[in-house]
């Protein structure tokens, strides 16, 4: 390798690091935030909570690594037409490759990491990540006995103990059950038990009452001596691992086991996830060749054209957005399947055109223009509001 082409890929190698970091934590967090309920209704410790935010991340890492290099690929080479030094290397007599292969190796490590991860890394994560979320919410007795606190036991049933009584009894019970449609039902029992009887497991309470409110504001009464409340159902429920096509393993794909009744169910899925691991890969190599087909040749910095890094983002988009279109359709539709091949070697082919035929991948010029006017006037408006904003400040301060 040449030192030109050592001094490329160490400059994009630097800047799709720091790219993958900063969009791997950003798209990291909005997924653990949506996991915070593990914490706030199963009573787990924080130990927990980072356990299952850190097994999330191998299944964004595929989506995320290839917007990151298209960030660094860009950016670096617009940076570089902007120092001249793609000027110099053209004058130089050095061909387009001399660009290109570095950022194409650059490009072939991070799919062989995409597809290492994809279906190495990411259903084993995602495996062990149902199991503790399942375990988590199994211990429903350690949950339900915790006094003062109100928790969600299932969708529309809520439980509160009041407290924790001599000989293992529970006092000032309240059940909140919204379950049966057109109907709320109320529970209050001001004491009570757990019962186990084999694999069942009751919750009796004693003396107390069950408000009934309709739909139509009928308000009934119920006074009971005893009652029965059967848990049973969520502890069950709570201990079962319901394992998605997303969670198997690759080599369960190939041959899934037809007694599988997610399988039954849906084989399509299969399938169709089948064939988006074995094309996700591909997609850093794909970006890769957009940015070089956009940002790769030495241009004036008298052409007006939009940033390099704006277009390449805006092409990458949209040819990811086929892609996902097309897998989420493939599991009902078999014909999207080819689609779903299609749209990566499309886009490459016609990005390596551009590449072949020294010629710049932009954006139509009439998008160009409106992007340019749709930036000058959120430009006067936002200065046009910072001045309001500090004249009405002045004239509070005064």
Same mark, same amino acid.
Request: glycine residues 6%; proline residues 3%.
């Given at each position: 390798m040449k030192v030109v082409e050592r001094y490329i890929m160490r400059r994009a190698a630097t800047v799709f690091v720091a790219a993958l970091t900063w969009t791997l934590a950003i798209v990291w967090t909005t997924q653990v935030l949506a996991k915070? $309920? /593990?914490?706030?209704?199963?009573? #787990?410790?924080?130990?927990?909570?980072?356990?299952?935010?850190? *097994?999330?991340?191998p299944s964004i890492i595929p989506i995320v690594v290839p917007f990151a290099l298209v960030v660094a690929v860009a950016q670096t080479l617009s940076v570089m037409n902007t120092d001249s030094e793609l000027a110099v290397i053209n004058a130089a007599g050095a061909s387009r490759w001399t660009i290109a292969r570095p950022i194409l190796l650059l490009a072939l490590a991070a799919s062989v990491f995409s597809f290492a991860v994809d279906n190495g890394v990411d259903p084993y994560a995602r495996q062990k990540n149902r199991q503790l979320v399942a375990s988590s919410?199994? $211990? /429903?007795?350690?949950?339900?006995? #915790?006094?003062?606190?109100?928790?969600?036991?299932?969708?529309? *049933?809520?439980?509160?103990?009041?407290?924790?009584?001599?000989?293992?009894?529970?006092g000032g019970i309240f059940v909140a059950d919204s379950r049966e449609e057109g109907a709320n039902l109320i529970y209050y029992a001001k004491s009570g038990s757990i019962v186990e009887k084999g694999d069942e497991k009751v919750l009796m309470m004693n003396d107390g009452v069950i408000n009934r409110k309709s739909l139509t504001g009928d308000l009934s009464v119920i006074r009971f001596t005893s009652y029965a409340f059967d848990l049973s159902a969520f502890m069950s429920a709570a201990n079962e691992i319901t394992l998605l096509p997303k969670d198997r393993t690759t080599q369960y794909l190939l041959n899934p086991d037809p007694n599988d009744k997610m399988f039954q169910r849906k084989p399509g899925s299969y399938t169709a996830e089948l064939d988006q691991r074995f094309s996700e890969w591909s997609y850093p190599l794909v970006f890769a060749l957009i940015a070089l087909a956009v940002a790769g040749d030495a241009r004036s910095h008298r052409e007006a054209r939009i940033h390099p890094l704006i277009t390449a983002i805006a092409i990458a988009l949209f040819v990811r957005w086929l892609g996902?279109?097309?897998?989420?359709?493939?599991?009902?539709?078999?014909?999207?399947?080819?689609?779903?091949y299609g749209v990566p070697i499309v886009a490459s082919a016609v990005a390596t055109?551009?590449?072949?035929?020294?010629?710049?991948?932009?954006?139509?010029?009439?998008?160009?223009?409106?992007?340019?006017?749709?930036a000058g006037r959120v430009s006067e408006t936002w200065t046009a509001i910072k001045l309001r904003l500090s004249r009405r400040a002045s004239g509070q301060g005064a």
């Open positions: 915070i $309920d /593990l914490v706030t209704d199963s009573g #787990q410790s924080a130990l927990t909570f980072f356990e299952v935010a850190a *097994l999330i991340i919410r199994a $211990d /429903l007795l350690s949950l339900i006995i #915790q006094e003062g606190t109100f928790r969600k036991i299932d969708d529309g *049933l809520f439980l509160q103990i009041g407290e924790r009584l001599p000989d293992n009894r529970l996902f279109f097309a897998a989420g359709k493939a599991d009902k539709v078999p014909l999207y399947a080819y689609v779903v055109w551009f590449i072949v035929s020294s010629r710049s991948m932009e954006l139509p010029a009439a998008w160009a223009d409106w992007m340019t006017n749709l």
